[in-house]
């Protein structure tokens, strides 16, 4: 595997659901059910390195974009797994390859573990805090952040100098 530092200098994006924007750093969302570096359970925090590919992984495949809330983080991060170049046999173990797999249907409609989730586990296992991988949804980098994982030195804030965030979800009725 090669391993970086993020030392915070290019802030992340995510576009988060606006009933859980009151939580953007929780990574709850993506433990929940799992996400394509998580299995459930397991929080993580998806980012994006650009606002657009930030939209793009949140609009996914539907035609018409939903309604979003667009956060942007400072990310100082030690020891990242550093996938952006993508595969290259004998630099990367051949379960990397299986990094773009249909985790979704995998998991949810086959009911197998995907194997990008065993990718998560190995990241973590090793002691690393997240992941940098080409985006499937756009021209961009994506960042995993295993929210459990981080210690300090590292440092995942939100950048919400007017503190207009929602702070709660009060703002949504119950029953929804």
Same mark, same amino acid.
């Given at each position: ?16 659901? $606006? ?5 953007? !750093? ?17 929080? &993580? ?11 793009? =992984?949140?609009?996914? &495949? =539907? $035609? ?24 290259? $046999? ?7 390859? =299986? ?14 573990? $995907?194997?990008?989730?065993? !990718? ?36 995942? =804030? ?19």
């Amino acid at each position: 595997m090669i391993v970086t530092d993020l030392d915070g200098s290019l802030p992340f994006f995510r576009a988060h659901t $606006p009933k859980w924007a009151s939580a953007p !750093l929780s990574g709850a969302g993506a433990a929940s059910v799992g996400g394509r570096l998580n299995r459930p359970g397991v929080h &993580a925090l998806y980012l994006a390195s650009t606002h657009q590919t930030a939209i793009a =992984e949140y609009q996914q &495949a =539907e $035609p018409l974009m939903p309604p979003c809330t667009l956060v942007t983080y400072h990310v100082r991060l030690h020891s990242v797994v550093d996938f952006r170049a993508g595969f290259v $046999p004998g630099l990367w173990d051949s379960l990397w390859q =299986e990094l773009g797999c249909n985790w979704r249907g995998l998991a949810m409609l086959d009911g197998i573990d $995907p194997p990008s989730w065993d !990718l998560g586990d190995r990241v973590l296992e090793a002691g690393h805090c997240g992941i940098l991988y080409p985006s499937q949804r756009a021209t961009g980098t994506n960042l995993v952040v295993y929210t459990d994982a981080l210690r300090p030195p590292n440092v995942l =804030e939100v950048f919400d100098p007017g503190e207009t965030l929602p702070r709660d979800q009060s703002s949504w009725p119950s029953n929804k």
